[in-house]
C-alpha cells in the first residue's frame, strides 16, 4: 500500500490527547517572548532557534532535553505570554485538522513572576477561547479542554488537583502528573488520586516511558489512573505476542495508550519510527491513541505523526481512521459530547475519504 500524503492526512479530522503547552510554542514567539522579559536564547533567529530546540532534544543528552524547556518556560511566566501561547497553540492545532485536543501544562511552573495559580489557569483559558473563536471564524473547528499537571518530584500534587476540580466547568477536563519517572513513583501522589476519584474526576499518569512496568501497575492498581501517558513499556509484558498478567489487564480494560512515537524515539523508548511498539500494539488490539508529546522538540504535528507511520507500517485510512476514534472514545469530555464529534466530524469526513 502506498503511504498516504502528508498533505492530505492535513484535511483529515484528528483527535489528540497527550501535548504538553510548554512544549509546543511557535519559534518566532518564544523570541519575541523572551526580548520582552530579558531572557537570554542559545539563539535569536526563530528559523535556527526551532533548528536547535530539535537538535538539543535529539541529542541524547537528557540536560540539553531538559535546557529545552527552561526557554519556552521562562517566556511563560505572564498572563500576556500564557494568553498568547495558549492561543496560538490552538490555532496551530485547528490548522492541522485537529477537531479534539487535550492540552496539559503544569501552573506551579508559572509563578516565577508573581502570578497566582489561579492567574495561571485564567490566562491559558482566555488564550484557548481566543483561539479556538478565531480558528472558527477561519472555518477550523476545535474544541480545546486542558489537564492541569503537577510536578511529581514536587509537593503541589495535592493542591493541582483541587486547582482542576475547581475549574472543571470552566475548561479543565483533567489531571495528570509529570516528570522523571525513576525515584518519583505516582505512589507519592496517592492522597491527590484519591481525591479526584472521590470527586469522580478523571486523570491520566505519565507512566511506562523511562521507566518499565512498575510504573503501570503503580499507575493502574495503585493510583486507579484512567489513561496511561506513554505507557510504550507494556511491550516489556509481551513476549512473542503473549501477553503477560498486566499486558492482558490494559488490553482488557481497554486502558488507553497516549502514544508519542517521535518522542519516544527522542527519549530512546523506541528505536525508531519502524520499530515503535505501536504497531504490535495495535495489531493486538489495545486501546492506541497516537499523540505529539511536545511538537516543538520534536519538530512535529499530529499529521506528520501520522505520515510516519502510515509509512512505516504501510497504514492507510481505516487506521487512521481507527486511531483517531480511539482517541475520542478515551477523551475526557462527556460521553455524549465524545460520541457527538464522533459520529458529526470524524466518521463522515474519513467516510469520504475511504471513497
Known sequence: MTAISYDDIV??????????????????????????????????????????????????SLERYLETFAHTVAVMQTEEGLHRVAKECALDLAADGVVYAEIRYAPEQHL?????????VDAVHAGFQEGTAEAAAQGRRIRVGTLLTAMRHAARS????????????????????AGAE????????????????????????????????????????????DRLGH????????????????????????????????????????????EHPIGLLKDLRFRVTVNTDNRLMSGTSMSKEMALLSEAFGWGWSELQWLTINAMKSAFIPYDERLAIINDEIKPAYAKLLG
Open 11 to 60: 484535511k483529515a479530522p484528528k483527535a489528540l490527547l497527550h501535548d504538553h503547552l510548554d512544549g509546543g510554542l511557535r519559534p518566532a514567539t518564544i523570541v519575541e517572548l523572551a526580548d520582552a522579559v530579558g531572557h537570554q536564547l542559545p539563539e535569536t533567529d526563530p528559523a535556527r532557534l526551532g533548528e536547535w530546540f530539535v537538535a538539543a532534544a535529539d541529542s541524547g
Open 182 to 225: 525513576a525515584g518519583f513513583p505516582p505512589t507519592r501522589h496517592l492522597d491527590a488520586f484519591e481525591y479526584l476519584q472521590r470527586e469522580n474526576f478523571h486523570f491520566t499518569i505519565h507512566a511506562g516511558e523511562a521507566f518499565g512496568l512498575p510504573s503501570i501497575w503503580q499507575a493502574i492498581q495503585w493510583c486507579g489512573a
Open 231 to 274: 505507557g510504550v513499556r507494556i511491550v516489556d509484558d509481551i513476549t512473542a505476542g503473549k501477553l503477560g498478567r498486566l499486558a492482558s489487564y490494559v488490553r482488557d480494560k481497554r486502558i488507553p495508550l497516549e502514544l508519542c512515537p517521535s518522542s519516544n524515539v527522542q527519549t530512546g523508548a523506541a528505536a525508531s519510527i519502524a
Open 112 to 120: 516565577e513572576s508573581g502570578l497566582t495559580l489561579d492567574q495561571v
Open 158 to 177: 495535592q493542591e493541582i488537583a483541587e486547582l482542576a476540580v475547581r475549574y472543571r466547568d470552566q475548561g479543565v477536563v483533567g489531571f495528570d502528573i
